[in-house]
């Protein structure tokens, strides 16, 4: 009798992702979560058309990147400060898509960019190390032309913390996780600035169980993570989403980087004479 396979819940929620080799996906990762499984949950959300330029911020080792033009068939700049761009771009050529991805390496608030350049930016799984600043969405919103996408997903909270830390997760926070919002949160925080027109702010349903199955299937040491993940069952852990159109008529200025001066020699002290 042949033997029924178990269901696989990512297989059926992340279907594009699951044609990907599992090991290629594996050594691909440059953190915590499945870079593929996140792109392609919000990619359901957006609009992508052949051709069209995408950035692909914190890109990480690029698989992100490389999934996005083959399933989009957009051209991509795959930024990241931490991953070497060298590495990256044998990757992209092993994968055959070096016509199309191109790898940099970056810092996010020092983009070398034209204004305008861009389509749609995209920030997978790192967005909340640099976007939290009050100023970085005006900054990076220059970077994408009027009416374009700007839209991230990764991890976050599925309501924010008040008050003090909640005991299930104190063994594994620290405090850079300060840096996890909620849905709302991100909500109010692109809206405030009057750049984008926010179209959807959620959280992937049941997604602290996804976060959870990436982490026993390649981070099984990880015992702080899983516990805490297993302990709170979604009360706070899951992965968040945002997209945001910048809009037609928000006026973007040049960040200053220096001040135009000349210097015009003058006496040290007054001359009492």
């Not at 991805?101 to 960019?113: C, D, G, I, N, Q």
């Not at 928000?250 to 960040?255: K, M, N, R, W």
């Amino acid at each position: 009798m042949k033997h029924k396979p178990e269901p696989n819940p990512s297989r059926e929620r992340f279907p594009r992702s699951s044609k990907y080799n599992p090991e290629w996906v594996t050594d691909s990762a440059s953190g915590g979560a499945n870079s593929l499984w996140l792109t392609e949950w919000l990619c359901t959300a957006l609009d992508l058309k052949p051709g069209m330029r995408v950035l692909d911020l914190g890109c990480g080792r690029a698989s992100s990147s490389i999934f996005l033009h083959r399933e989009f068939s957009v051209q991509v700049w795959a930024a990241d400060l931490w991953f070497s761009p060298s590495e990256n771009l044998q990757r992209i050529r092993d994968a055959k898509v070096d016509s199309a991805v191109f790898p940099l390496h970056v810092e996010a608030r020092a983009l070398p960019f034209g204004a305008d350049f861009f389509d749609a930016i995209l920030s997978i799984d790192s967005f909340m190390y640099y976007g939290t600043d009050d100023l970085f969405l005006g900054n990076l919103a220059r970077f994408v032309k009027p009416a374009g996408l700007i839209a991230i997903a990764g991890a976050g909270l599925t309501q924010e913390i008040e008050g003090p830390l909640p005991e299930h997760l104190r063994q594994w926070w620290e405090p850079s996780l300060c840096c996890l919002h909620s849905p709302d949160w991100w909500r109010r925080h692109w809206q405030r600035s009057g750049i984008v027109d926010v179209e959807l702010a959620d959280a992937l349903p049941d997604g602290w169980q996804t976060w959870l199955e990436w982490q026993r299937m390649n981070y099984p040491a990880n015992l702080p993570e899983i516990q805490a993940l297993e302990a709170d069952c979604g009360r706070y852990l899951g992965y968040v989403r945002t997209i945001g159109r910048r809009r037609p008529g928000a006026h973007l200025e040049e960040p200053i980087v220096s001040f135009p001066s000349q210097y015009i020699k003058k006496p040290l002290l007054p001359d009492l004479h």
